[in-house]
């Protein structure tokens, strides 16, 4: 055989193995759906906790794909009315719900977040989807009286709904200024593999492995 028929057979196999194995990671959808903590806000795109979690899928050979639903400066308001539409397009298995520090940041009433919260979690059910909720914390200098109910609200909510919970999707990371972006509020590029290390910690036994399928 010619060389360059060879070259060509080679290539050829190797885009057929490349497309298989991104066939077989794409059996399944998984959805995040945050704000600017999981939209890589400040950071190149590719470096956010979400991508990397999109690489760690691959790497494992997982049957998913990723699919990153979050909009910097969303709350749960907006959420709420965004959702339906990214169901009905994405039909995922798996929803990462990552929502409400923009409420906190705005001072809007806890109960209001957690009647949103719910809501999305039971549209997220009725689709099909399994539901995984973060933990959000807001800084101190808003006071016990709101921060303390907001904080507890999402392990209340998760028990209620029994459904997984991420306790703080940033934990341990605040506490380091250095991993903290001028604002104080997002993380940088380095502190993304320890956001997934906190999703993963709760998401890992939920996901199917493609030697089930």
């Not at 194995?21 to 979400?50: C, H, M, N, P, Q």
């Not at 929502?99 to 809007?108: E, K, V, W």
């Not at 904080?151 to 209620?160: F, P, R, V």
Request: aromatic content about 8%.
């Amino acid at each position: 055989m010619r060389p360059h028929l060879i070259r060509l057979l080679a290539c050829l196999t190797a885009c057929m193995i490349f497309f298989s194995a991104r066939a077989v990671a794409s059996e399944f959808t998984l959805l995040v759906f945050g704000d600017s903590l999981s939209a890589a806000y400040g950071i190149e795109e590719d470096k956010g906790w979400v991508t990397l979690l999109d690489d760690r899928i691959l790497l494992e050979d997982r049957p998913y794909r990723v699919v990153n639903g979050s909009v910097s400066g969303e709350t749960s308001t907006g959420g709420l009315a965004r959702l339906p539409a990214m169901l009905e397009s994405y039909s995922p298995d798996l929803l990462i719900l990552e929502l409400g520090g923009n409420d906190g940041l705005r001072g809007l009433p806890i109960n209001l977040l957690k009647q949103n919260l719910q809501e999305m979690i039971l549209l997220a059910r009725n689709s099909g989807a399994q539901v995984v909720l973060t933990g959000i914390q807001i800084p101190p200098n808003y006071g016990p009286r709101y921060t303390i109910p907001f904080t507890e609200l999402y392990g209340e909510l998760a028990t209620q709904m029994n459904i997984a919970l991420v306790p703080f999707l940033i934990e341990g990371i605040p506490q380091k200024p250095e991993l903290m972006q001028n604002d104080g509020i997002h993380p940088r590029a380095e502190a993304q593999f320890m956001i997934l290390d906190n999703v993963w910690s709760v998401l890992e036994p939920m996901l199917k492995n493609a030697a089930e399928h």
